[in-house]
């Protein structure tokens, strides 16, 4: 054991995930259909160094929600591993998402609680979109930390991202730079 030693912690890398349309569009579609209740899904696509391609964002339908938590029969995760290993053509399960709402007066975050720290995977992409009622129109665009933010009907969602490189009581986690060039643009040009 290395102790009193300087940290020789490596510079952290930043962490991107890319959403394609299907994905976003699945995440926010979800997570508005029960709002005041918590969606959870699954993600598909392509794990690359430091980056994830996310192709389709697919909700659970037999999830118990709660008004503070989702769960998931893994019977289910099991089987839908079987159907990819069969069919895809590189596509492969990369994370789960799952939706915060608004509670009272407590606007949704995207930060992760500490049961979504303990029940996420190691290595997986974990995406949370936060449903709040919305008080004025945004465009979509990414903010300074890496969360996607923009509004859609009476909705102000904002999507944000997380990884745990291991797992434990008190895991670290590191944010996911979430982006979207289909909904933000790919290059916004300023006047
Ligand atoms: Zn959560």
Not at 123 to 136: E, Q, S
């Amino acid at each position: 054991m290395v102790k009193g030693k300087k940290d020789d912690k490596r510079l952290i890398t930043p962490i991107e995930a890319y959403l394609n349309l299907p994905a976003f569009l699945g995440i926010v579609s979800s997570s508005i259909e029960v709002f005041r209740k918590e969606t959870i899904g699954y993600l598909l696509g392509f794990k690359g160094e430091n980056k994830f391609i996310v192709e389709y964002a697919i909700p659970y339908q037999a999830v118990e929600t709660g008004l503070t938590h989702a769960t998931v029969d893994m019977d289910r995760v099991a089987r839908i591993n079987e159907i990819l290993g069969k069919v895809s053509e590189g596509i492969e399960f990369i994370g789960d998402f799952h939706s915060h709402t608004q509670y009272g007066d407590a606007p949704a975050t995207v930060t992760p609680s500490s049961s979504d720290l303990m029940s996420s995977v190691p290595g997986d992409l974990n995406i949370i979109c936060a449903v709040n009622l919305k008080k004025r129109s945004v465009k979509w665009h990414e903010d300074n930390r890496g969360v996607l933010i923009g509004t859609i009907g009476s909705y102000r969602i904002i999507i944000g991202g997380f990884y745990v490189a291991k797992a434990g009581i008190g895991a670290r986690y590191q944010r996911v730079s979430i982006k979207c060039p289909s909904v933000t643009g790919l290059r916004e040009k300023k006047k």
